[in-house]
T-cell receptor, first 115, second 111 residues
Framework: ETGVTQTPRHLVMGMTNKKSLKCEQH?????MYWYKQSAKKPLELMFV???????ENNSVPSRFSPECPNSSHLFLHLHTLQPEDSALYLC??????????????FGPGTRLTVL | DAKTTQPNSMESNEEEPVHLPCNHS???????IHWYRQLPSQGPEYVIH???SNVNNRMASLAIAEDRKSSTLILHRATLRDAAVYYC????????????FGQGTTLQVKP
């Protein structure tokens, strides 16, 4: 499935660095999501955007800052991260419409390592 | 969100059918049952979903108990490429769009 792309695929950063993860969906969807997958743990939902508006923030620390400039692009800005933030960060998109449980399409993820 | 319970792991032989169970005893009448799977080093992918009736698609079949408190994902002939973590997820009709993942079932397929 190439409908959702993520860059970079791998990222190594120090705790004082600032970096950004990018997600792009080519499916014409109106909702986008960031998930975090740490080793041996289930995927955790971080943020939800519907029609470019953030509708959910699951108590994510402020060192993670999402940005959704349009319905096709989603960014996750990272600054002063901790080693425990090392994980696979997954982006997804879906078409949200009233009364329907639509499929989410995931990107391949960015493997982040914080030194 | 209603909770699901799945076995941590299962094994199957190649070319044989696999039945992956999921319990969801607190399911509400409007919750859809979704299945996703995550292959190694990839993001999750949709497999199938249903509400009350059994469902079939090219990837799998979904059998839903009459009381809807459990369901079973059926892979009719397992291949080595089916080795993955399989997630059973309930999604309500309020449809905020989010998915709540559990630990899932890790399926190993032996040649």
């Amino acid at each position: 499935e190439t409908g959702v792309t993520q860059t970079p695929r791998h990222l190594v950063m120090g705790m004082t660095n600032k970096k950004s993860l990018k997600c792009e969906q080519h499916l014409g969807h109106n909702a986008m999501y960031w998930y975090k997958q740490s080793a041996k743990k289930p995927l955790e939902l971080m943020f939800v955007y519907n029609f470019k508006e953030q509708t959910e923030n699951n108590s994510v620390p402020s060192r993670f800052s999402p940005e959704c400039p349009n319905s096709s692009h989603l960014f996750l800005h990272l600054h002063t991260l901790q080693p425990e933030d090392s994980a696979l960060y997954l982006c997804a998109s879906s078409q949200v419409s009233s009364g329907r449980a639509d499929t989410q399409y995931f990107g391949p993820g960015t493997r982040l390592t914080v030194l | 969100d209603a909770k699901t319970t799945q076995p941590n792991s299962m094994e199957s032989n190649e070319e044989e059918p696999v039945h992956l169970p999921c319990n969801h005893s607190t399911i509400s009448g409007t919750d859809y049952i979704h299945w996703y799977r995550q292959l190694p080093s990839q993001g999750p992918e949709y497999v199938i979903h249903g509400l009350t009736s059994n469902v079939n698609n090219r990837m799998a079949s979904l059998a839903i108990a009459e009381d809807r408190k459990s369901s079973t994902l059926i892979l009719h002939r397992a291949t080595l490429r089916d080795a993955a973590v399989y997630y059973c997820i309930l999604r309500g009709s309020s449809n905020t769009g989010k998915l709540i993942f559990g630990q899932g079932t890790t399926l190993q397929v032996k040649p």
